[in-house]
């Protein structure tokens, strides 16, 4: 699935985000990055993503080289991944419905295949009877929630989320990490970037660890892959 090859990126000003990363992470897993704060951990979502690309070395998906990837190209690519950021970036002018149902109409699904999905998606993270809410009367958990359903209303292979769970307590942290987890014991692959590392501990998932851009720690080789059933 992700395959990183010594990839090392390097912003203007010399600031090196990360350093000869090499890793694997195989279709149906379910991995966390940890490190410190600027470690090069959205740095390395990025980049799976097709926001950045690296400076030097080699990052596979599904084996494409994502270096030479045209731009043109980088949105049929992104239909495979559903990205989860700590901001959920809702638009507060467009009820619940329509946040989650803006990816299918983008790629011109017809009204009731999105009707059908979104309301699929909603229902996975427990707010099927929000869908006519707006997101400013959600709680702060509800609306990542919502974020989560958009990510996933198109059925990716592969779910990113960069620090998913900072703002909220510990019990919707867990309520949060506990829908990836579901997620992964379907079929998809899940990488997840955070600083929790109790959660982490708790939840037994194999972790890599950054410091400075470097890869100090890579357990993935233990991890298991995700039971292909359910809702995918």
Sequence with gaps: MIEFHNVTKRFEGGYEALSNVSLKLGDGQMAFITGHSGAGKSTL???????????RGQALLNRINLNTVARRRVPYIRRNIGIIFQDHQLLFDRPVFENVALPLQIQGYRPQEIAKRTRAALDKVGLLHKER????????????????ARAVVHKPMLLLADEPTG??????SREIMQIFVDFNQVGVTVLV???DLRLIEELDKPRMTLNRGQLILNDLDDSEPGD?????
Excluded at 228 to 232: A, L, S, T
């Design 228 to 232: 292909d059933r359910g809702w995918y």
């Design 167 to 172: 703002n909220l307590d510990p019990v919707l």
């Design 193 to 195: 970037a955070s600083h």
């Design 45 to 55: 979502l990025k980049i799976i993503a097709l926001i950045e690309k690296p400076t």
């Design 133 to 148: 809410s707006m997101p400013i009367t959600l709680s702060g958990g509800e609306q990542q929630r919502v974020g989560i």
